[in-house]
């Protein structure tokens, strides 16, 4: 099915150590996001992109990168992780910067920070 | 700043009783409004939107949205409440930019 894929599904790391995250979307949207979730707090903007080669940072950018280098997929990474940024991450996509439909949301990954 | 609140945490309600989920925004142009669900270990799915025209929006699941310019709000309402309907619910403005709630719980008790 079309859609936003997101890996992994489920990471943990100590702190210091550095990942990626990966998201894929096949309906070739121009605009990509990605947010975390914390209870409480809804969803907050980490940092997006609005085209291939393009990325702007959004609420909560620090201690987090992204790169765009395809149109397809919008990698997240962690440098050093910290235990604050134990979340459930959420990415995105939507054809425009106003589509009328919302957003195309993945179906997350948990990762917890030890 | 722009914002959006919804003022409950959880919404309890019986299987087929009416629900309404609140939610109010603070934005100071006339911004999209969006509903999303989510069910657990899911992605936000998109419901229903308002961007013009008549105040009562109809959207998935039988779900339906009443806006209301004057007290900024725009409530996520159903006439009769599934145990299925049991998620998180989130309310979205967008204005330049998108902006999210905090999310209720609807509970539907059986």
């Known amino acids: 099915n079309a859609g936003v894929t997101q890996t992994p599904k489920f990471r943990v790391l100590k702190t210091g150590q550095s990942m990626t995250l990966l998201c894929a979307q096949d309906m070739n949207h121009e605009y990509m996001y990605w947010y975390r979730q914390d209870p409480g707090m809804g969803l907050r903007l980490i940092h997006y992109s609005v085209g291939e080669g393009t990325t702007a940072k959004g609420e909560v950018p620090d201690g987090y990168n992204v790169s765009r280098l395809k149109k397809q997929n919008f990698l997240l990474g962690l440098e050093s992780a910290a235990p604050s940024q134990t979340s459930v991450y959420f990415c995105?996509?939507?054809?425009?910067?106003?589509?009328?439909?919302?957003?195309?949301f993945g179906s997350g990954t948990r990762l917890t920070v030890v | 700043a722009q914002s959006v609140a919804q003022p409950e945490d959880q919404v309890n309600v019986a299987e087929g009783n009416p629900l309404t989920v609140k939610c109010t925004y603070s934005v100071s142009g006339n911004p999209y409004l969006f509903w999303y669900v989510q069910y657990p270990n899911r992605g936000l799915q998109f419901l229903l939107k308002y961007i013009t025209g008549d105040n009562l929006v109809k959207g998935s699941y039988g779900f339906e949205a009443e806006f209301n310019k004057s007290q900024t709000s725009f409530h996520l309402k159903k006439p009769s409440a599934l145990v299925s309907d049991s998620a998180l619910y989130f309310c979205a403005a967008l204005y330049q930019k998108v902006t999210f709630g905090t999310g209720t719980k609807l509970q539907v008790i059986p």
């Open positions: 995105a996509s939507s054809y425009s910067s106003a589509p009328n439909y919302g957003y195309t």
